[in-house]
């Protein structure tokens, strides 16, 4: 057909010409990669967006103790972006560091450095400066632990009036009974029988704030919580507390000595003594890195365009309806990974106390060995 | 895992390959699950639920041993 070849030759004429603008150069010293960093890290203030070279944001709190200056504590709007020092202290930009040539090893970007009286960042305040600021993971944090303060006490507070005890549910009831009752009887009943009950806080409390973290840190603009190691740390810390504390006779009995031939005995001892630590360490990581990989692939596809775009602007205008289909489709995954994620910590938390926790099932009998020859 | 630490000390690119490597095993991993639960729903449909509860749980637990390794390429190209 004439039309079809006259397509495909507009495709081959298309594709050559786009070939001719192949040569990427970036404006100045923009890096994509570090332009990533930047949005999943830390930062001493929410920055939305940047408009005529100005940038709007949010300035957080700055709380600093150093042992020669004391206390300092300012807003973060008084460094300019990094262009002032304040009070002997200045926050590092990656302009900054490349313009006056600091290794990048110990100076690192967004970091507040204590200055000398040139104004160049000295290395000690590495040890001697604590930097104690609610940055911007700090207070989403905290925004999220007061939206969930508040929504479960309002929820909670229709139940004890006896709306939705005896009568239907009302109004956001509705949304969170079933949820609660998912967790109570797939996680908590099926894990941990008969003692379930004395968890449920803990399990409940994990999942919701997993959640309520996972679904905030979606919106554009907000820190990624969920995706700091810090944060996922101390969730598998405090759940690696609460299973030491529901272990039991049997648990140690069987690390000490399982049921098993002399010389598997040998093989289990160290798998079952890292085993002790590696199943909460791998909670913690699982978290971080699912949270921190899907905030990195949406990034990366809008950062695409503008990389297309610094081959050829009218390259990065045409493929960028496609790539931000691509983002909004790999946001929607987000959001399932999110549930997906929450529910997976508390029923592994459930599991692993169900295993350090379990009774004796059927030990009366004694233990046969692995092997009857 | 001594292995892993000599991978991480040389160059920067062999992390990246690494972590290309956990999504293959990720993907296989996770596959498998896949075609488990498919065809015990296919065998029992009144089960579903029960199955794909599991599902979820298992496939959670291949990933995080993939992620681990993604991780560890990831510190190797951005150290």
């Known amino acids: ?373 | 895992m001594m292995l892993m630490i000599t991978l991480l000390d040389a160059q920067p690119g062999l992390g990246a390959i690494g972590a290309g490597f956990a999504a293959v095993g990720a993907g296989i991993g996770i596959g498998l699950i896949g075609k488990g639960a498919v065809e015990a729903i296919a065998r029992q449909p009144e089960a579903s639920n029960d199955i794909r509860a599991n599902m979820i749980l298992t496939a959670a637990l291949v990933e995080g041993v993939a992620l681990l390794a993604a991780v560890a390429g990831l510190l190797a190209v951005f150290k």
Do not use: C
Not at chain 1, 15 to 30: E, Q
Not at chain 1, 85 to 90: A, L, M, Q, S
Not at chain 1, 139 to 149: A, D, P
Not at chain 1, 298 to 303: G, P, Q, R, T
């Open chain 1, 1 to 373: 057909m004439v039309s079809r070849r006259f397509k495909s030759l507009l495709v081959a004429a298309f594709s050559l010409f786009s070939i001719l603008f192949s040569n990427v150069s970036y404006a100045g010293d923009w890096n994509p990669s570090s332009q990533i960093l930047e949005h999943i890290g830390d930062a001493h203030e929410f920055h939305f967006f940047t408009l005529n070279k100005k940038p709007i944001s949010i300035p957080l709190p700055v709380i600093l103790y150093s042992k020669d200056a004391g206390w300092s504590v300012f807003m973060a709007s008084r460094f300019e972006h990094g262009e002032q020092t304040y009070k002997g202290y200045r926050l590092l930009e990656e302009s900054y560091i490349t313009e006056n040539k600091l290794d990048p090893k110990i100076f690192k970007t967004g970091k507040i450095y204590a200055v000398d009286a040139d104004g160049k960042p000295e290395s000690y305040s590495i040890e001697k400066v604590y930097d104690l600021s609610l940055t911007r993971n700090a207070v989403q944090v905290l925004i999220s632990v007061l939206l969930l303060i508040w929504i479960m006490s309002s929820v909670a507070g229709k139940y004890a009036k006896g709306q939705g005890v005896k009568t239907a549910p009302t109004g956001f009831q509705n949304a969170v009974e079933p949820v609660i009752a998912f967790i109570r009887d797939d996680v908590g009943k099926t894990y941990l029988g008969d003692n379930y009950e004395k968890y449920m806080p803990l399990l409940l409390s994990i999942f919701f704030f997993i959640l309520i973290n996972s679904l905030i840190s979606l919106v554009p603009g907000t820190a990624n919580v969920a995706g700091n190691i810090a944060f996922t740390g101390m969730l598998g810390i405090v759940a690696f507390f609460v299973i030491m504390f529901s272990t039991n006779k049997h648990y140690w009995l069987h690390i000490i000595w399982p049921p098993v031939p002399h010389g598997v005995k040998l093989i289990m001892w160290p798998v079952e003594l890292l085993g002790i630590f590696t199943k909460p360490f791998a909670l913690i990581i699982r978290l971080f890195a699912n949270m921190i990989s899907g905030h990195v692939i949406i990034l990366s596809f809008i950062i695409l365009i503008f990389i297309f775009g610094a081959m050829n602007t009218a390259l990065g205008w045409g493929t960028s309806p496609f790539f931000i289909a691509l983002a909004v489709f790999i946001y929607l995954i987000e959001i399932l990974v999110a549930f997906i994620q929450a529910y997976i910590f508390a029923a592994l938390t459930a599991v692993f106390i169900g295993l350090a926790s379990e009774g004796s099932h059927g030990h009366a009998e004694g233990h046969d060995d692995a092997v009857v020859i």
